[in-house]
RNA sequence: GCCCCCGUAGCUCAACAGGAUAGAGCAACUGCCUUCUAAGCAGUAGGUUGCAGGUUCGAGUCCUGCCGGGGGUGCCA
């Protein structure tokens, strides 16, 4: 058991000591709420009890806290002490013996460490990135794939049975429109004046794939009908650009379990069985000659159209019934990474898992805000329309991949994020990322002078641990014993950013350490104790590298 | 108009389900390499958390109103 839940149990165990005792009286007390105090001094848990209680027992706080700090016993060597600070709370201090425990797990749980089963082996989906096959992923996608990716690692860390999907729109307009891109530049380039279609694909990257078919075909579909050409052109291009898309997310390090086409699912007829499924129950109706879903009657603003008058689906239709196959493959909790311009989408699409039949709660949306690209402090201008865009291949190219996933990890998914290209590639104490990367290479520069093996070092049985006793050894140790409980929110709250916090506090802290403490000594019991330690602390920064898609380099 | 997100140090951002004296990094200034990597460390300075109310033992955090920025509001995706 961790020192948290035993500290938990203290507590309960003396409340209800306190009350038998008729020190206070008969209360429910509920979870008992643990946080880690800012303040060195305040320990290093703390709990508020005391205070949520006052009011319904009719006392101050801190009589309340005295009465309960009265009735613990402690649990022998968890504690160095425990006292009643400021309005009211009881601050537990861990013993140093249960400080220098947590190594012995970090040596036992090695790549494993932080892990939970909090999940419970639940079965989760993480789709992400998912962007249109008509053109190449811009940074924004970069973002939402490093996010994903890492939120995946997070939650299975914590216990879930994670998979990562790609969801493709490899049907209706998008798709069309690209192939009408294509058709337009193959004519242009073959001689002829045509306009640009609306909503067409500027980008440079079109023109250079009409040139490619105008290589390899000439003019072989010039003569046909515009129709048949698009058809043809899309048929041709969209699996090229879905391969270039996959291509761009392995440099990204981010592996997908499922690639699930929209197209597909139209062709096994799962769109038009969720439609009838829904005109069933009573929720889909006509109107105005269009196929509407009674959103309104789940929390949204108004009804929406499913199938429009000309017979087309909309791009909800399909999406239902995508939803729905998610759920029928067993996923218990569904979380959707969408661009925040989506955000009008997220009440109509948990009404339709209402509609369905489902807990609208397992679907889980996170919304992401922009990047916004600098070079030198200077914006550098991107334009949708022209197709001016920096791609992630480019970005990746010129920062790197560490870089890139670590920058796009460093800020909360619904704030803009502000990616400086020269700042990402200066090997400089300004960029976060070779900072961490530092203490790693560092560590394992002294586990190389030690001559000492690392596998040797972990043995705990060669060790005395008792020999750590400085201050910054200690807090080395407190950090360490923190993961658990990052990772853990980081899963709960969608927040895998807070890793990269904690990534760049645990280096701190052993750079601090590197300064007050030399490892290395002629005091041989010391060395092994401290190779231990930093052994530890190299094996929980690589964790966490891990986790966010990051190596965890041992020279640099 | 209505809905959603954001507003914290000069800049970029943290702050765990409301907690104790709001924290980092960068930029600025001052020190520290004959000893395991100076891509490092230590220190100084920097704030009425956009504004005004409210809720309570306690508010950056919750509620109301306002100001400012972004997004949405389609038989588009």
Request: glycine share 8%.
């Amino acid at each position: 058991m961790n020192p948290r839940k035993r500290i938990q149990n203290l507590i309960s165990e003396a409340v209800s000591r306190a009350v038998s005792e008729g020190l206070l009286p008969p209360v429910e007390v509920g979870d008992i709420e643990m946080e880690r105090p800012k303040r060195r001094e305040h320990g290093d848990w703390s709990t508020n009890i005391a205070m949520a209680v006052a009011g319904r027992v009719g006392k101050k706080p801190r009589e309340v806290a005295e009465a309960v700090l009265g009735c613990i016993q402690d649990d022998p060597g968890l504690l160095s002490g425990v006292e009643i600070a400021g309005p009211g709370f009881i601050n537990f201090h861990l013993s140093p013996a249960t400080l220098r425990n947590v190594l012995l797990e970090v040596g036992r749980k090695g790549p494993m460490y932080g892990s939970s089963n909090t999940g419970k082996g639940r079965k989760v989906q993480v789709e992400f990135v998912s962007a249109n096959p008509v053109g190449p992923l811009h940074v924004g996608h970069g973002r939402w794939a490093a996010f994903g990716d890492t939120l995946a690692n997070v939650m299975a860390h914590c216990g879930y049975d994670v998979e990562r999907e790609f969801y493709i729109n490899d049907y209706g307009t998008q798709i069309r429109n690209f192939g009408k891109s294509i058709s337009a530049r193959y004519l242009e380039l073959l001689g002829q004046q045509v306009e640009f279609p609306e909503g067409g694909y500027a980008g440079h990257y079109v023109t250079e794939i009409a040139r490619r078919i105008v290589a390899e075909h000439g003019d072989e579909f010039k003569s046909v009908s515009e129709e048949d050409r698009v058809t043809r052109f899309v048929e041709m291009e969209y699996p090229r650009m879905l391969e270039s898309i996959r291509e761009t997310l392995v440099k990204m390090s981010v592996d997908f379990d499922a690639w699930f086409s929209e197209r597909e699912l139209y062709d096994r007829g799962e769109v038009s069985e969720t439609l009838d499924e829904l005109k069933g129950d009573g929720y889909a109706y006509e109107k105005e000659g269009a196929l509407w879903l009674r959103t309104s009657s789940f929390g949204d603003e108004k009804d929406r159209v499913l199938v429009r008058s000309n017979e087309e689906p909309t791009y909800f239709a399909s999406d239902i019934a995508y939803h729905h196959d998610k759920i029928r493959r067993g996923f218990e909790i569904l979380i959707d990474v969408w661009g925040a311009d989506h955000h009008g989408y997220v009440p109509r699409m948990k009404a339709a898992m209402a509609a369905m039949g489902y807990d609208p709660e397992c679907l889980v949306v996170v919304l992401g805000q922009l990047v916004k690209l600098f070079r030198s402090g200077e914006p550098v201008i991107m334009s949708k329309r022209t197709g001016e865009i920096v791609t992630l291949d480019e970005l990746l190219e010129e920062v790197g991949v560490d870089a890139a996933r670590y920058f796009f990890l460093q800020r909360s998914h619904d704030s803009p994020l502000e990616f400086d290209i020269e700042l990402a590639k200066k090997e400089s104490p300004e960029n976060p990322v070779y900072y961490v990367q530092y203490a790693h290479a560092r560590i394992c520069s002294i586990l190389n002078y030690s001559g000492i093996s690392e596998s040797d070092i972990s043995d705990p049985k060669g060790v005395d641990l008792e020999l750590l006793g400085e201050e910054a050894e200690f807090e080395l140790l407190r950090k360490i014993s923190e993961l658990e409980e990052v990772v853990e929110y980081s899963a709960q709250k969608y927040v895998p950013h807070r890793l990269t916090g904690y990534a760049e506090e645990l280096a701190s802290l052993f750079h601090a350490f590197y300064r007050d403490c030399r490892v290395v000594t002629d005091d041989e019991g010391l060395t092994r104790a401290r190779l231990f330690l930093v052994s530890c602390a190299r094996r929980v920064l690589a964790v966490v590298l891990g986790l966010l898609g990051v190596t965890a380099p041992e020279k640099m």
